[in-house]
């Protein structure tokens, strides 16, 4: 089945340690996205990407960094530099850059802090 | 400063009755408007949208209302089911971008047998 699939489910992080997430679609879709989800909060936007090779920053990109060399994967690597990286991760997709189709999610990754 | 909220961290509802979910935004450049449910540990999941040339769009149990002038959607839900029970986020669109979601910090819903 056609999906969005983001591993691991948990990590954990040390400090000083950089962490990645995985994402991978088989949905065809050319937009890639990385939100972050605080208890109590709705989500944010880290990091998206439209097209392959080419990203940008969201609203809280810093001490994030991102790649996007094949279509399918769109990795999120959390930095040392995340001074408050424990939260739920996110990965979304959606097939139209401009128009307003809606975004599929994958399942998470809760990342915490040792 | 908030351009999405959702004022009812939590709803409580009886099974059978319907469940009304609020939204409010700032920003009248928001063209297109989600609701999505969210289980715990999972993604949220789409449920429906709204255009914002509608006032009204209904999906099975599920119908969403926009009032432009008022900058005010909802969500009915109605028979609520147990199984509805979730986290609900609002989350709206200018220009038809995706990428640029704002959502909501989201509703609780527990509908109750």
């Known amino acids: 089945d056609g999906g969005i699939t983001q591993s691991p489910k948990y990590l954990f992080r040390k400090e000083g340690q950089n962490v990645t997430l995985s994402c991978e679609q088989n949905?065809?879709?050319?937009?890639m996205y990385w939100y972050r989800q605080d208890p109590g909060q709705g989500l944010r936007l880290i990091y998206y990407?439209?097209?392959?090779?080419?990203?940008q920053k969201g609203d809280i990109a810093e001490g994030y960094s991102v790649s996007r060399e094949k279509k399918e994967s769109f990795p999120l690597t959390v930095t040392s530099a995340q001074k408050n990286p424990t939260a739920f991760y996110l990965c979304?997709?959606?097939?139209?850059?401009?128009?307003?189709?809606?975004?599929?999610f994958g399942s998470g990754t809760q990342l915490s802090v040792l | 400063d908030q351009q999405v909220k959702q004022n009812s961290p939590s709803l409580s509802v009886q099974e059978g009755r319907i469940s009304i979910l609020n939204c409010d935004y700032t920003?009248?450049?928001?063209?297109?408007f989600l609701w999505y449910k969210k289980y715990p540990a999972e993604g949220p999941t789409f449920l429906i949208s709204?255009?914002?040339?509608?006032d009204k769009n209904e999906d099975g149990r599920f119908t969403v209302f926009l009032n432009k002038s008022a900058k005010h959607l909802s969500l009915h839900i109605v028979p609520s089911q147990p199984g509805d029970s979730a986290v609900y986020f609002c989350?709206?669109?200018?220009?038809?971008?995706?990428?640029?979601?704002?959502f909501g910090k989201g509703t609780k819903l527990s509908v109750k047998p």
């Open positions: 990407s439209q097209i392959v090779n080419d990203f």
């Open positions: 709204i255009s914002s040339i509608k």
């Open positions: 989350a709206a669109s200018a220009g038809g971008s995706q990428g640029n979601l704002i």
């Open positions: 979304a997709s959606t097939s139209q850059t401009g128009g307003n189709e809606k975004l599929f």
């Open positions: 949905l065809n879709h050319d937009a």
């Open positions: 920003n009248s450049m928001f063209d297109y």
